[in-house]
């Protein structure tokens, strides 16, 4: 759906005539600015910006399936992108790739602003009755586990708190989990960085 919507929306914006002449830098930080709000509403409402986040997630499993170690995507994305712009750079042409980068870190930034650090971890804490039919739904869906801590509220009473940590692409699919469990009360917090 998204690609027919930027599709419709390039063919529509191409025949209106307007042209600004100025310098790169200008339109390096417009454009980015601009990117960075459309792929920000993007992300805000649980979609994904192209294929490299579905690509780095494919990793991100391989490797935890294989090392039983759980890395964030940002590595990923990061690298995969140095890739190319580093090939940008090599075969086609330095100034371009070099534009390139600057929107990526124009966006990159405006992104954080809207979403709340995009490519930080976030922990996601859930206090709940029955734990168990979250447990579960995080760990096959999300191949993720959940710490668990006994807790007690002044008007609930014995309950469990859980808490998980997931990435910014994962972050939709645990609420959706979450909205499944009727009666739970559930909390998200930015986690800047984790000292391993």
């Keep these: 759906m998204g690609f027919v919507v930027y599709t419709i929306g390039l063919s529509y914006f191409e025949k209106i005539p307007f042209e600004l002449n100025t310098e790169h830098f200008i339109a390096v930080a417009f454009g980015g600015a601009i990117l960075g709000v459309g792929l920000s509403l993007i992300l805000r409402n649980g979609g994904c910006i192209d294929g490299s ?64 650090h995009f490519e930080a971890l976030k922990q996601v804490t859930i206090i709940t009755k029955d734990p168990d039919a979250i447990i579960c ?8 586990t959940c710490t668990i801590i006994n807790s007690s509220g002044v008007i ?27 009666g739970s009360f559930s909390t ?9």
């Design 156 to 182: 609930a009473g014995e309950n469990k708190t859980l808490i998980c940590y997931v990435n910014y692409f994962e972050l939709q699919k645990v609420k959706e989990i979450i909205s499944r469990n009727k």
């Design 53 to 116: 986040e579905i690509f780095a997630n494919i990793i991100v499993k391989k490797i935890y399936n294989h090392s039983g170690k759980d890395y964030s995507i940002s590595y990923i994305l990061i690298a995969f992108n140095a890739c190319v712009y580093g090939a940008v750079f090599v075969l086609l042409d330095r100034d371009s790739a070099l534009l390139s980068l600057l929107v990526y870190i124009v966006a990159t930034s405006i992104i954080d602003h809207f979403t709340d």
């Design 188 to 196: 998200v917090s930015t986690i800047d960085e984790i000292l391993r």
């Design 137 to 144: 739904d995080i760990k096959e869906e999300l191949n993720k």
